[in-house]
């Protein structure tokens, strides 16, 4: 199947995979390892960090990791890509992971004494781990490979081999390979085939190894599992669990729908789910927010979840939205053409009219002079466009005369002749 490197809907989905998991991943916070909420989760910070409100954790930081790499297109498939990725978690680790997965911290604690590439050092580190344990199958891996899924869109076992390759760098366990495996492939389908499909890469699997997870499936879509869900440490527990949550929302359709209440009230109704199972509450809810995003994708991401996330290094809900956005169009190969987002570098097809203009995605991160969003539209009837606030307000004169911002850049906003509102760069 091959998929269009310029279709709206599939960029968009691509674009909601990794800012999906961080509203996830900051929803879930303040409750890890704690007494989950009674109601709806809260982006209050706290938690193990302790993270700032909004701020995202070791989950979307390793996934930043990957996702640097990853947005040139090159696929995940040569040695250096997973060297360049294996020396980031290494650079990470010393100098701005917050927050640390025991597996993951032993993994990359040991590699440092060891000899070879940066994935050279890494795999040896796992490998030993697991000859010494036999018990190396946590969750992180699982919780970093939403991006991982946008590397080759068109290519299922292109897909599989990295989703392995990235997996094994620090969790050798097969288990952690497979659940990854399964959760990439769940996320292409969303992306390619807007549809939600956990069971699409069993038989990506070994064939032994196919019947056991879909029994674990199959439990996860129960009302009460036989599994204890709480105990999500384990990679097979937090594939079930962030299932369960997305599966028994009353909101869940695994077809096609455009009914918007719908898709934004399973978005946001199976991120608290995933909350209130309890556990490690960040890492479900961060795995569960990467299908939902790309399923869903950024439209129907609630715009005050996605502009309160943040964190390392220095990124914002933009960024996320970015880094998978360039992952997937590069991934498919996309011939370079002239016009290019002059925010994201997404590339777009030429409209000589606007030879400058800004993205649909990043235009929707439009501020006003001191940062406040700005919402524009065109006014139907005198001509000319409105700019105006979430609460329906007027937005600032500066605003309303057309000079607007994105990430404190300024930008020129008005009436597009074919209708809407265009955003521009400034000239000079």
Not at 47 to 58: F, Q, T
Not at 135 to 152: I, K, P
Not at 309 to 329: E, F, N, Y
Not at 363 to 387: K, M, Q, Y
């Amino acid at each position: 199947m091959s998929s269009d490197p310029y279709q709206f809907a599939l960029l968009d989905r691509a674009s909601g995979v990794l800012l999906g998991q961080a509203c996830g991943d900051a929803l879930g916070v303040p409750y890890e390892f704690s007494w989950p909420p009674e109601g709806e989760a809260e982006m209050r910070g706290g938690g193990l960090g302790p993270y700032a409100p909004g701020e995202w954790s070791d989950d979307t930081q390793m996934a930043i990791c990957i996702a640097r790499v990853s947005e040139r297109g090159g696929g995940l498939r040569t040695a250096a890509e997973l060297d360049e990725i294996a020396a980031a978690f290494e650079d990470w680790f010393s100098g701005g992971a917050s927050d640390v997965g025991t597996q993951t911290a032993s993994v990359l604690r040991a590699a440092a004494h060891l000899s070879g590439s940066p994935s050279e050092r890494l795999t040896a580190a796992s490998r030993a781990l697991h000859e010494a344990t036999g018990r190396t199958a946590g969750n992180g891996a699982l919780m970093r490979t939403g991006v991982v899924a946008l590397v080759a869109l068109d290519d299922r076992e292109a897909t599989a081999r990295a989703a392995t390759a990235v997996a094994q760098l620090t969790h050798a366990d097969p288990l952690a390979a497979e659940s990854c495996v399964l959760w990439s492939e769940a996320i292409r389908v969303a992306v390619t085939e807007a549809r939600l499909d956990v069971r699409a890469g069993l038989d990506l699997l070994p064939a032994e190894r196919r019947g056991p997870w879909e029994e674990w499936i199959a439990d996860a879509e129960q009302e009460q599992p036989r599994a204890d869900l709480r105990t999500n440490g384990f990679a097979v527990t937090a594939l079930q669990a962030a299932w369960h949550a997305i599966y028994l929302s009353p909101y869940f359709s695994p077809g096609v729908t455009t009914e918007y209440d719908r898709m934004v009230s399973h978005l946001s109704d199976a991120l608290h789910r995933a909350v209130r199972i309890g556990g490690d509450t960040d890492t479900v809810a961060a795995i569960a927010g990467a299908l939902l995003g790309a399923r869903h994708g950024t439209q129907y991401i609630a715009p005050e979840w996605a502009r309160a996330v943040h964190g390392w290094p220095g990124m914002r809900g933009i960024d996320m939205s970015r880094l998978g956005r360039l992952t997937a169009q590069r991934g498919l190969g996309t011939a370079p053409t002239e016009q290019t987002c002059p925010v994201c570098g997404v590339y777009g097809i030429p409209f000589s009219r606007y030879p400058n203009f800004v993205c649909r995605w990043c235009e929707a991160w439009v501020t006003d002079e001191n940062g406040r969003p700005v919402w524009l539209s065109n006014t139907s009837f005198s001509g000319g466009f409105d700019a105006h606030y979430a609460d329906g307000k007027p937005a600032s004169e500066l605003a309303r005369s057309g000079q607007v911002f994105i990430s404190g850049q300024p930008f020129r906003a008005g009436e597009a002749r074919f209708g809407g509102v265009v955003v521009e760069a400034v000239a000079g």
